[in-house]
Nanobody
Framework: QLQLVESGGELVQPGGSLRLSCVGS????????IAWFRQAPGKEREGILC????????YYVDAMKDRFTVSRINAKNTAYLQMNSLKPEDTAVYSC???????????????????????WGQGTQVTVSS
């Protein structure tokens, strides 16, 4: 059973940067596509982006491309979410999720929906405020 643990969330001022980590245990993370999601209070879960086992990324929302990037080091069983130029509206619980496929897209080329991810971390709180 794959387990995921996120870390790195904290209080940051607007305009600041954070790097979140998602560490896997129990299984080799290299066989999974990893996605990052976030959920703000009173709002629905929002997909950010996904990274394939080979390191290709695919965004759920194009508007995030200029500030959010993802990377992974399979040897460390870890994926990262780099967030720059943070805004108060980025305040949310950020979670990583894994699906046992090397690609972020299904056979139709569509990025996986949240319900298709089999494993989730508990989330880490990011608060952007002055």
């Amino acid at each position: 059973q794959l387990q995921l643990v996120e870390s790195g969330g904290e209080l940051v001022q607007p305009g600041g940067s954070l790097r979140l980590s998602c560490v896997g245990s129990g299984k080799e993370l290299e066989f999974y596509a990893i996605a990052w999601f976030r959920q703000a209070p009173g709002k629905e879960r929002e997909g950010i982006l996904c990274i394939s086992s080979s390191g290709d990324s695919k965004y759920y929302v194009d508007a995030m491309k200029d500030r959010f990037t993802v990377s992974r080091i399979n040897a460390k069983n870890t994926a990262y979410l780099q967030m720059n130029s943070l805004k108060p509206e980025d305040t949310a619980v950020y979670s990583c999720a894994a699906v046992p496929t090397k690609s972020c897209t299904d056979s139709n080329g569509d990025i996986y929906e949240p319900y298709e991810y089999d494993f989730w971390g508990q989330g880490t709180q990011v608060t952007v405020s002055s």
